[in-house]
């Protein structure tokens, strides 16, 4: 455990928040997303096997599968980009962390959050996401470039490990 709170400065880019919410996309339907990508996958499967039935692109249900799974992929893009311009995601935020928990400070607020507010941790290869609930809203977003060296990172590691109780470092 750190004897001093390690401070981290964080000014999120368009591809951090979008990762942020793929990774919170994925997590909030990580069970219909891969069953909808297999069946249009068995779908499209038997249009090429047998090439004498009704071609995919009038099938409705292939259709609108299609159609959802796009959405999927256009709506992270869109959330991070109204998301960028966000006066409080330019001017950037502030995390100390230390035993007691973390302070926050924004440009238009202050809070100090206990360890037990947070629930969930997802680790990506380039984001570390805090969690209050399961669908993610008001999910805290820490980039790994924003840790000055590598013992903060191991440090906030062991905290998140030690404080969290449903701690699990995912990998994305």
Known sequence: MPDEPITLFVKLDYWEIYRA?????????????????????MRLAFFVAAPSQVSPLSDGLFLFGCLVLVAFGIGPLLTARRAVKDDRVQKGMTYRFSDVGVHIESAVARADVQWTAFRYVISTRSLLLLLTNKTGAGAQILPIRCFANES????VRHLLDGNIPKYKLRMF
């Not at 919410?21 to 069970?31: D, G, K, P, Q, Y």
């Open 152 to 155: 903060d990172f191991t440090a």
């Open 21 to 41: 919410n793929v990774a919170l996309l994925f997590r909030t339907f990580r069970i219909s997303l891969p069953i909808l990508a297999l069946v249009l996958l």
